[in-house]
């Protein structure tokens, strides 16, 4: 699973590197504070594609790219609350398709969620001595993993929107923005960490996957590519408390 990762570039930076213009950088973007652990149902930064709002006897214009807030967990349209997003912040790649809260936003919805990088925890044996009765906790080592060239990670998602019943229809805070992120099997070299990654999408995908007129058989087809280079190195335990979050988290010890 993908539970925690790094959000520190400007927004700028990021509407450069996605071909965002600068008016369609949601002001909310621009005032989000860099992550150096970003935690489930925080609100994270997206990229989307979608036509602009217009009155509906008005020809639709072109979609266009955009840069935006979510909530990180998923909540589908059906929901009844928010707090079953908690349980939705990924999604497996193998079921995209067929689970009821993904199938929608896969052939509709899907985003780019911007990251300089991951991490995962690695299960260690237990220590010598330890009870055998399995309830001693296991020690686990952090390792942050960030792409090999240093851009920035394109990690697959889906996004959502869903209805607040108890505002009103003037309400601008009815309306809630969530994403996932995809997930996929470890790549050969991750796999000793873990046995799943986050999908991070290749340059020559974004465009298609950003796209709402690609379907859902053509997004399946851009996932099938070879995982991007990545690199990984052991940090410390400080980054396993969401409340710790700077720069010191992505020094690498051992």
């Known amino acids: 699973m993908c539970g925690r990762y790094a959000s520190f570039r400007e927004a700028q930076d990021l509407a450069d590197a996605f071909a965002i213009d600068a008016a369609l950088v949601e002001p909310a973007v621009r005032e989000l504070a860099p992550s150096w652990n970003v935690a489930p149902t925080q609100d994270v930064r997206i990229v989307v594609e979608r036509a602009p709002r217009r009155d509906s006897t008005e020809p639709g214009d072109a979609p266009q790219r955009s840069l935006r807030l979510a909530r990180w967990g998923l909540v589908p349209s059906w929901a009844k609350d ?45 220590a010598p001595g330890s009870s055998p009765s399995g309830r001693a906790r296991v020690p686990k080592q952090p390792y942050y993993i960030a792409p090999a060239d240093d851009d920035v990670a394109a ?3 889906l996004y959502e929107f869903w209805r607040d019943p108890s505002r009103a229809a003037d309400d601008p805070r009815r309306w809630l923005v969530s994403t996932t992120i995809v997930t996929m099997p470890a790549s050969e070299d991750l796999a000793s960490i873990h046995d799943r990654m986050p999908l991070v999408l290749p340059r ?4 298609a996957w950003l796209d709402p007129s690609v379907g859902a058989e053509g997004a399946a087809a851009l996932l099938s590519r070879e995982p991007e280079p990545l690199r990984f ?13 700077s720069p010191a988290l992505l020094a690498p010890v051992g």
């Not at 020559?204 to 465009?207: K, M, V």
């Not at 190195?233 to 979050?245: F, I, P």
């Open 82 to 126: 928010p707090s079953v997003g908690n349980r939705m912040i990924n999604a497996r790649v193998e079921s995209l398709a067929d689970k009821p809260a993904f199938a929608k936003p896969f052939a509709a919805r899907r985003c780019i969620v911007p990251a300089d990088g991951y991490y995962e925890w690695k299960k260690l044996e237990p």
């Open 155 to 157: 990690l697959a998602g």
């Open 204 to 207: 020559s995908a974004w465009d």
């Open 233 to 245: 190195r052991e940090v410390s335990s400080l980054v396993s408390n969401v409340n710790n979050d």
